[in-house]
């Protein structure tokens, strides 16, 4: 009898904490973003050897104002037209426009969310973001987990 009530004890244990996860996918690992001060030091590293003086956002995000631009201020739920090109810390590129696309803001990773607003339309702007601020512990496609990310970006138009 203390046999059988012991496994039903262990199962009922096992039971909870699985019931417990949050994401029953098969396969899920949860994660934790790290912070955004996490990815400081090697996003001020590609900064120095790509010549960018970056400032500092409170957000943790870094960019550089190339050129200021004179249209309308993006907010979160424009449509913004834009031309980029998206790099890794290593220097390689992971994505690129060959022409202009258009997104809206909101929809975007949130180092886009907090730097494009710092420009109007046809303004450029290189943005240093932290992983916390891009894709964060998940990832994205072929972005790997905890990938600070580098965006040279042009804002065509904002709606």
């Known amino acids: 009898m203390k046999k059988i009530l012991t496994l039903l004890a262990s199962l ?5 904490f699985i019931s417990c996860n949050k994401n029953n996918t098969p396969g899920y690992i949860s994660c934790t973003d790290p912070t955004p001060a996490a990815d400081s030091s090697a996003l001020l590293g590609f900064a120095k050897a790509n010549a960018i003086t970056p400032t500092a956002d409170t957000s943790g995000l870094y960019y550089q104002i190339i050129q200021q631009g ?5 907010t979160g739920t424009s449509k913004i037209t834009v031309n980029y090109v998206g790099k ?15 997104f809206q803001l909101d929809s975007l990773i949130t180092g886009w969310q907090y730097g494009l607003p710092k420009i109007q339309a046809s303004g450029h702007i290189k943005l240093l ?4 601020l891009a894709f964060g512990c ?20 904002v709606k």
């Open 88 to 102: 890794y810390m290593n220097g390689d590129y992971f994505d690129s426009t060959t022409s202009p696309v258009t």
């Open 70 to 74: 004179s249209g309308s201020t993006p």
């Open 138 to 157: 998940s990832g994205s496609g072929i972005i790997p987990p905890n990938s600070p990310l580098y965006f040279d970006v042009t804002l065509l138009n």
């Open 129 to 132: 973001v932290p992983s916390a």
């Open 12 to 16: 009922g244990i096992l039971l909870y």
